[in-house]
């Protein structure tokens, strides 16, 4: 799928829309990536057991708008339905977006630009929570240790992770001036682009971990592999 219509070039970039906790906000999600997307791209949604209401739109949505839908009869897990997805891809980036995400104008562009320019392996933005939308901060950065180094040098089993999230819950209006591109050691995957071709090194999601916490062990993995997080 070509967005719009007006970019020949070849998406450089798929998104993968998976299922989260809720289906009431989906089809202002998919229309929020549509019209917030800056660059050709091409989508693929995983549909586990929604609403018959849902499935029925969703396919209804995917012949309109040309992109391929993942359609299952079983229930599954997040990390399940983005290797499924991914697996259907072959673009050089992946963007993994819930199906509850609202995107902000413009969003898909500086995501990509991150990459490119710094040759990160995972790049997330701003993630913000509530409404109005986009004016309260859910995630801007984070870390699951206070020393890292000294968290993958201790065993298994005696290892203490603390989830720190900068920001959350504050004004955006009160910290804009304060935002950077910048490293961080945890992002979540509300709405996260991977490098392709580090996912495939790291043999794609951990499927064992089944939900809420499977984000800090992603972003573990990518930090030991030698990638870098933005």
């Given at each position: 799928m070509?967005l719009?219509g007006?970019?020949?070039?070849?998406?450089?970039?798929?998104?993968?829309?998976v299922?989260?906790?809720?289906?009431?906000?989906?089809?202002?999600s998919?229309d929020?990536?549509?019209?917030?997307?800056?660059?050709?791209?091409?989508?693929?949604?995983?549909?586990?057991r929604s609403?018959?209401?849902?499935?029925?739109?969703?396919?209804t949505?995917?012949?309109?708008r040309?992109?391929?839908?993942?359609?299952?009869?079983?229930?599954?897990?997040p990390?399940?339905?983005?290797?499924?997805?991914?697996a259907?891809?072959?673009?050089?980036?992946?963007?993994?977006?819930?199906?509850?995400?609202?995107?902000a104008?413009?969003?898909l562009?500086?995501?990509?630009?991150?990459a490119?320019?710094?040759?990160?392996a995972?790049v997330?933005?701003?993630?913000?929570?509530?409404?109005?939308f986009?004016t309260?901060v859910?995630?801007?950065?984070?870390?699951?240790?206070?020393?890292?180094?000294?968290?993958?040098?201790?065993?298994?089993?005696?290892?203490?992770?603390?989830d720190?999230?900068?920001?959350?819950?504050?004004?955006l209006?009160?910290?804009?001036?304060?935002?950077a591109?910048?490293e961080?050691?945890?992002c979540?995957?509300?709405?996260?682009?991977?490098r392709?071709?580090f996912?495939?090194?790291?043999?794609?999601?951990?499927?064992?971990?089944y939900a809420?916490?499977?984000h800090i062990?992603?972003?573990?993995?990518v930090?030991?592999?030698?990638?870098?997080i933005?």
């Amino acid at each position: 799928m070509q967005l719009d219509g007006k970019n020949k070039d070849h998406p450089r970039v798929t998104v993968i829309v998976v299922p989260r906790e809720r289906f009431g906000v989906a089809e202002l999600s998919l229309d929020s990536i549509y019209a917030g997307a800056d660059l050709p791209f091409e989508l693929i949604y995983v549909d586990a057991r929604s609403p018959r209401s849902v499935s029925d739109w969703l396919r209804t949505e995917s012949r309109a708008r040309g992109f391929r839908l993942l359609q299952l009869d079983r229930f599954v897990s997040p990390n399940e339905a983005r290797n499924l997805a991914a697996a259907q891809s072959g673009t050089e980036y992946l963007l993994f977006i819930d199906n509850d995400m609202a995107c902000a104008e413009n969003f898909l562009g500086p995501l990509v630009k991150a990459a490119d320019e710094t040759g990160a392996a995972v790049v997330s933005p701003l993630i913000c929570e509530g409404h109005p939308f986009h004016t309260r901060v859910h995630q801007a950065t984070g870390s699951f240790s206070e020393n890292k180094e000294a968290f993958f040098a201790t065993p298994y089993g005696r290892r203490e992770v603390i989830d720190t999230q900068r920001h959350l819950g504050t004004p955006l209006a009160e910290i804009r001036d304060q935002l950077a591109r910048t490293e961080t050691d945890v992002c979540e995957f509300h709405c996260l682009l991977v490098r392709r071709a580090f996912l495939d090194r790291m043999g794609g999601f951990d499927e064992d971990m089944y939900a809420t916490r499977e984000h800090i062990e992603f972003c573990m993995s990518v930090l030991k592999n030698g990638g870098r997080i933005l």
